[in-house]
């Protein structure tokens, strides 16, 4: 199959990458806390941690994990927002040569249960505001070792004391807990943990490229949360193929190691988890966020000091665009504004460009595919509307029901191949099957067109697309355009059951203007779609349900919520 993408790629972009110039993820991690150990990694509430020290501490928790005579290939929950524990913790269960597994601190009972038990955990390292949650289920789950985190751990003695005790007395943001254990269970603060490893032997792990380096459970958007095997190859590649694309932007910068990336995406999200590793292949810098809903504090910490990279959804960058301190921040350093984990929409894209002189780049991934499958040119002048071209070594088909490959310009399921994709899903080798193609391409369940040039335009997901009067409406498409009505902050569409038409189309409206009314939308709609395109019924909200990444829940607002 011709790559036509490659004639489109930016000049200084390689067309492929070398995961196998490292032995496995465990190889780039040590190599860089080694060469880059004197230089900051990691900045969270102005205390900042180094590479040396990020090796140290989790060359200490390693050692302990491996004290605890886990089997080779035992998984490893972390249910940590962004704080240094939860890199710590990443690159230790790593070194150790055990699996990640990520979750969302935010889980319900009834979540965390699914997944530790379907991941088969037997060690969970959490954050002691999330530790209620895991109480109420401990004993239901194969979970032995538990490591309480408490927010101020790795904050500096006096300065990290203050923020527990503001956390847990002040705030009042860490509920009562009391975890029943049984017999060959136990818990471990993680200060605790870090000093016994200390004085434990670490074992160099035999990890390999083939190795499995974490499950990353989706969102469960099409059923039960599944968990996406990926190998060190699979996040080695991911690494290499983001760094090559970011390159021709680096120049602004000067080396690599001077970048100051910012982490306000939840790193146990594939996104963030990707550009973090970026960042330490570099030897650059992290600004880690705790909590991105704070978007005041948010934009304080943005005026701290020089910025290169942010990447976000577009949720977020409207919330900072909303934020009346966030003009007045420097932008003179940004060099590029990710957007990924759901559709950029042009309103905000131009809104962001005025404000920052620094366009939105559009990507596309899956948890499946380690983040970023298909991006923008980073230096991109202006928003296109497409998901861009595939990154060096990826493949991209469209396809039909049947694996075909379609003609450019025809509408179908945009396939991927490359050494970034997974190898399938955790013990569902049915489910793995129907994920891939006959040649190997995974199917992501997106709809798209390709162009002459290799760029791919979203139509939507199959599930999402909604049938009026025998007519294919998708909803991203009339957000995108509702999106640039005067007044709209946020929007979201979706199909609802209607006697004539067999489903029309409902719009769900935040205001950006208390005065916008439903004539005004509706008037715009009907100046910028045709008929069938133009929603029957227009609902005003405060906010839109969102996952805890920023991603509009289409699937609450079709049952009612």
């Given amino acids: 199959m011709e790559k036509i993408w490659l004639k489109s790629y ?109 991941s088969g955990a037997t060690v969970i390292v959490v954050l002691e505001n999330f530790a209620a949650t895991l109480a109420e289920v401990i004993d239901q789950t194969p979970i032995k070792h538990v490591v309480i985190a408490s927010m101020g751990d790795l904050l500096g003695f006096w300065y990290g004391r203050w923020i527990t005790f503001a956390v847990r007395h002040l705030a009042k943001m860490v509920p009562a807990y009391k975890l029943t254990l049984s017999e060959g269970q136990s818990a471990t603060s993680f200060k605790q943990a870090l000093a016994q490893g200390a004085a434990l032997p670490f074992k160099a792990a035999a990890s390999t490229l083939d190795s499995v380096a974490f499950l990353q459970y989706t969102g469960g958007t099409t059923g039960i949360s599944k968990g996406a095997v990926l190998t060190h190859r699979n996040i080695v590649a991911a690494v290499l193929q983001a760094e090559a694309w970011f390159a021709p932007a680096l120049e602004r910068v000067g080396p690599p190691s001077q970048i100051n990336s910012i982490a306000a995406l939840p790193l146990y999200h594939i996104f963030a988890l990707t550009l973090c590793l970026l960042a330490i292949r570099w030897g650059s810098r992290l600004t880690l966020i705790p909590n991105p809903r704070d ?16 990447p976000a959804v577009n949720t977020l960058f409207n919330a900072l665009l909303a934020h009346p ?180 189309i409902k719009v769900f409206v935040v205001k950006e203007q208390q005065t916008l009314s439903e004539e005004d939308v509706a008037k715009y709609c009907h100046q910028n779609l045709t008929g069938y395109k133009r929603p029957k019924y227009i609902e005003f909200r405060d906010e839109l349900p969102k996952s805890n990444v920023g991603k509009v829940l289409r699937r609450e607002l079709r049952s009612g919520k």
């Fill in 10 to 118: 930016p000049a200084g972009v390689a067309h492929d990458i070398e995961p196998e110039q490292y032995r496995s993820l465990t190889h780039l991690l040590e190599e860089s806390f080694e060469k880059n150990a004197a230089s900051p990694f990691a900045v969270c509430m102005e205390q900042w941690m180094s590479y040396g020290q990020l090796n140290q501490l989790s060359g200490a928790l390693a050692a302990w994990l491996q004290g605890k005579g886990l089997e080779p290939d035992a998984r490893v929950a972390i249910m940590l927002p962004n704080i240094p524990q939860f890199p710590v913790t990443m690159a230790a269960v790593l070194r150790a040569g055990y699996t990640c597994v990520n979750v969302n601190p935010l889980y319900t009972p009834r979540e965390l249960e699914h997944q530790l038990k379907d």
């Fill in 295 to 310: 978007i005041g504090g948010f934009v304080a910490t943005l005026k701290k000091r020089p910025f290169h990279l942010l």
């Fill in 325 to 504: 301190q966030f003009h007045s921040v420097d932008f003179s350093s940004l060099y590029a504004s990710q957007a990924g984990g759901m559709a950029a929409l042009e309103g905000t894209a131009q809104h962001w460009l005025e404000v920052t002189g620094c366009p939105m780049v559009e990507g596309w991934g899956m948890s499946e595919t380690c983040a970023i499958g298909t991006n923008n040119p980073v230096l991109s002048k202006e928003f296109s509307g497409t998901i861009g071209l595939p990154l060096p070594g990826i493949d991209i088909a469209i396809k039909n029901d049947e694996g075909e490959s379609l003609a450019l310009g025809q509408s179908g399921e945009i396939c991927i191949r490359g050494p970034n994709v997974m190898t399938g899903y955790y013990h569902q080798p049915e489910e793995s099957k129907l994920a891939f193609t006959a040649d190997g391409f995974m199917r992501t369940g997106d709809i798209g067109i390709m162009d002459e040039r290799g760029y791919t335009k979203i139509v939507d997901r199959k599930k999402d697309m909604i049938l009026v009067s025998g007519f294919n409406v998708f909803p991203s498409e009339l957000e995108n355009v509702i999106s640039l009505c005067e007044g709209v902050l946020e929007c979201a569409v979706i199909g609802v059951p209607d006697a004539k038409q067999g489903e029309a």
